[in-house]
């Protein structure tokens, strides 16, 4: 445990948030989902309860899983729309009653199954983006009978279209491991579906410029009264289409025959090609043409080809698809226990829970025969032994046979908990004057032009780090963190604040060292899994400035323990202006992540002790110093025996290393090298070629002499336990076979980092692809970003990569035996190299203005 619940302070701040009319409050607390013993997130929520019995209070771990900005993310996006769903769903209740129909009440998810009325009051952040998954489902049924393949669905309503990719097993394609909704990451499942604002209601009109406009602004549900078709006076795109095709049937064609919109027909026609071809590309994942599947009503406004489209297809009944889609939604049961993995494995828990995943969906209304496991995660308990937290989803088609109207009473008997009539409308807030600066959550939006023309900007052989280049440096980070390093979204967001307040970030080659530069380096040390869910305080700069007042020195550069993961960034965060204020060196310790810090390169050079003293911090008012130790790794089993005590997590502050060291131990241009693998991600997004995304990080990597894609496939399994700081396990990944006759596995063993790749055919025979020092790569085929072992979860859709390690590592037999296999206690397997290892571009030398 971190620290008691202080409820006399919980007691404090809710009397402020009553006091200011606050009516939603959202409870979150580290590890929270995994807290069965303290329940500290159930105790702050009672009191606020008691304090404030009007308000809506949401637990975080009702909403979301392990990965704490994420799950606070979701729990307060579930709260801000909390009465405006129960007046919602209670008037679909009302509707039902009044229609005299004895029936529950369902409301679709988002991942495309039912949840009753009650539960999606409760909780309808997982129902906000479930009418593209109904759509995507209808269009589903409607092409039961075509060839069975992937497919764009576009579905045209009265104010938006909505376009998804329907997989060739007919569920539409979910977002990554991390999405965002409106700028928010969160780490829940929902379709991955981009939205226009083009629909059947749509107004067109002639800008300031005289060029025709269509949308964002529509008639919407009021199109029967201001269409020009049915009398009114705006022009819809809905009336452009009656005019150009007579068969189509909507309205009186002759209140439109006469007027001017005949003039602006090709005009209009092409504007609603071009806005139906763009969003068709830009939720294509390759080049090739793809069908396209067009329904809801105003898909009569589309046309019957598109750039981009193998065929267009407008199958019958298309106007309803959505209903169909919701009609035809399936049924889930969850299943979510802590359970003892002592005597079982954890494979053997997850085949029992399963089976009462599969009689918790029967229960609720599927077919037995149909039911299959949609959903598996684990999470180990970080602070009790052999205990795990299991999930598992079971999904099956709805058994109508069966009815049940237990559902049916009505919700919060009509009001929202504060007095406003389900019935009445929700209260539009005056706009403000459009003065006002933009969201401090804004990204950068990357198009193809803009990464092109991109170029980082150096000054006197130093580097200014800009926000595109923290963006892509963190991704390029995250995938050669091989699994570890933790992730490094949230320094990210620490950095880039620390940027837009001012802060400056350098970046120099090492080999503009003076041999008598102090060198610095520090970083987060500990388990990843603890990682996501303890936000960084300001430990990591508390080490260092413990270390340094001990040494009664200053340093005058500082380096990153390694590259990968979240320590990739913390170079940088140190070297601020705002914090040390010194540059930060184009390079690191490792080349890549590694769990102990025993394993770097100042080791393989130097035997004896090179970095004490050493000096740990738990941002909690405990540091350690180490003034003296033999070696590095006595100095690290002693520190990881103290973290283990310390929460699992420290900031620690390594002692420093002259410029030269510095310059004969380095991996060098790491920083320049995860800047161009980012660089890779971004354009492979913008350019609709994610398919493409491992082949195009192997070229940054050094070609397919340095690096290759081992395995594609979807994640079938995952085992973790923590020990000691370190995150150990492996995950089991499953794919198609070469000849596409079978199927092939992928294992790949863990301790915090990726240890190696082990593939297993159709006939059982193991085939080590890969293994340490060379780098075992992860990332998430939906987006290119790579997945740390603390985020393998069930279902996701991988690609694991292949890159050959430093020479730094392989061309001595020390450093083989620190980083290869030896160094994870592997004594019976031998290092061999993947291909040859190509020294990174400096991103310094190619883009300075001295060149």
């Known amino acids: 445990m971190i620290a008691e619940l202080d409820e006399d302070a919980v007691r404090r701040e809710a009397e402020i948030v009553k006091a200011k009319g606050i009516r939603s409050v959202v409870v979150v607390g580290i590890f929270s989902p995994v807290d069965v013993v303290y329940r500290q997130e159930e105790r702050a929520a009672e009191i606020v309860r008691e304090v404030y019995p009007e308000a809506d209070v949401v637990m975080s771990k009702d909403v979301a899983n392990i990965g704490f900005l994420e799950r606070e993310n979701a729990a307060v996006l579930n709260a801000s729309i909390l009465p405006f769903a129960r007046r919602t769903i209670h008037s679909f209740q009302d509707a039902v009653a009044r229609l005299g129909l004895k029936c529950p009440v369902f409301v679709t998810q988002n991942d495309g199954t039912i949840l009753p009325a009650s539960a999606a009051a409760r909780l309808p952040i997982r129902t906000f983006s479930s009418g593209p998954t109904n759509s995507m489902r209808g269009a589903a049924f409607l092409t039961q009978n075509l060839e069975k393949e992937a497919m764009m669905v576009v579905d045209i309503g009265g104010t938006t279209t909505d376009v998804g990719l329907l997989l060739e097993n007919g569920f539409p394609r979910q977002a990554a491991a991390y999405s965002e909704i409106s700028g928010v990451r969160t780490n829940f499942s929902y379709p991955d579906v981009k939205s226009i604002g083009l629909g059947g209601g749509s107004i067109v009109r002639r800008d300031e410029n005289d060029s025709l406009t269509i949308g964002p602004q529509s008639v919407g549900y009021k199109i029967q009264e201001k269409a020009l078709v049915f009398g009114g006076d705006v022009p819809t795109t809905t009336d452009y289409t009656v005019l150009a095709d007579p068969a189509v049937r909507i309205g009186d064609r002759s209140l439109v025959e006469g007027s001017s919109l005949r003039n602006d027909l090709p005009e209009f026609k092409a504007k609603v090609k071009e806005m139906l071809e763009r969003i068709v590309d830009t939720m294509k994942t390759s080049p090739e043409d793809i069908p396209v599947v067009l329904v809801g009503g105003g898909a009569v406004i589309a046309p019957d080809s598109l750039v981009g489209a193998s065929r267009v297809i407008k199958p019958e009944w298309s106007g309803v698809a959505n209903a169909i889609g919701a009609a035809t939604a399936r049924v889930s049961g969850v299943v979510d226990s802590i359970e003892s993995t002592e005597s079982k494995s954890v494979a053997q828990v997850i085949e029992e829970l399963s089976q009462r995943a599969v009689d918790k969906a029967v229960e609720s209304g599927a077919l037995r025969e149909t039911v299959t496991i949609a959903e598996i995660e684990s999470f180990p308990l970080q602070y009790i032994a052999n205990k795990s937290r299991i999930i598992i989803k079971a999904v099956g088609d709805f058994d109508f046979s069966r009815t049940d109207s237990s559902d ?54 130093e580097w200014l780090l800009s926000e595109t280049d923290l963006d892509w440096i963190t991704i390029g980070c995250y995938i050669l963190g091989t699994g570890g390093g933790g992730s490094p979204y949230q320094h990210m967001l620490r950095l880039r604040e620390m940027m837009r307040a001012g802060a400056t970030v350098r970046i120099i080659s090492p080999w503009d060292l003076e041999d008598d530069d102090v060198v610095a380096c520090g970083g987060g040390k500990g388990s990843p899994q603890v990682s996501i869910e303890k936000p960084y305080g300001d430990e990591i700069m508390e080490s260092q400035i413990e270390l340094y007042k001990y040494l009664n020195t200053k340093p005058t550069a500082v380096i990153s323990l390694e590259i990968g993961g979240g320590n990739g960034l913390q170079g940088l965060i140190l070297g601020a202006s705002t914090n040390l204020d010194i540059p930060t060196i ?62 699992s997590h420290v900031g620690c502050a390594k002692g420093p290393v002259s410029g030269r060291d510095t310059k004969s131990w380095v991996v060098e241009n790491t920083v320049s090298l995860s800047w161009r693998i980012g660089r890779a991600v971004a354009l492979s997004r913008c350019s609709n070629t994610i398919d493409r995304v491992a082949e195009a990080i192997v070229d940054e990597v050094g070609g397919e002499e340095s690096a290759r894609v081992l395995f594609r496939g979807k994640i079938v399994g995952v085992e973790r336990v923590t020990r000691m700081g370190h995150a150990y396990g492996e995950v089991i990944i499953e794919g198609a076979s070469a000849d596409g006759k079978g199927v092939e596995k992928l294992v790949i063993p863990f301790k915090n980092e990726n240890i190696l790749a082990k593939r297993v055919d159709v006939d059982g025979v193991e085939e080590i692809l890969t293994i340490v020092p060379d780098l075992v790569c992860v990332i998430d085929a939906q987006n290119g970003e790579a997945l740390g072992t603390q985020e393998y979860r069930y279902g996701l859709l991988v690609v694991v990569l292949g890159i050959t390690a430093s020479e730094k590592w392989t061309s001595t037999a020390r450093g083989i035996e620190i980083g290869g296999p030896k160094g994870f206690g592997m004594d019976d397997l031998e290092y061999v190299p993947l291909g040859k290892f190509k020294k990174p571009r400096s991103v310094i030398e190619e883009y300075s203005d001295t060149a």
């Open 586 to 647: 184009d390079g690191d310790w490792m080349g890549r992540a590694y769990p102990i810090s025993h394993q770097t390169t100042p080791v393989v050079f130097e035997k004896k002790a090179t970095m004490i003293p050493s000096c740990i911090s738990d941002g909690n008012g405990r540091i350690m110093l180490m003034t003296k130790a033999r070696t590095e790794l006595d100095a690290e089993r002693a520190f990881r025996a103290a973290l283990s005590q310390m929460g």
């Open 408 to 461: 049916a009473a009505p919700i919060a008997n009509g009001v929202d908990g504060f007095g406003s009539e389900t019935s009445g409308t929700v209260e539009k807030k005056p706009e403000t004057n459009g003065d006002t600066q933009g969201s401090a959550s804004q990204s950068i939006i990357y198009t193809k032009d803009y990464i092109h023309s991109y170029e980082p900007k150096i000054v006197t052989k």
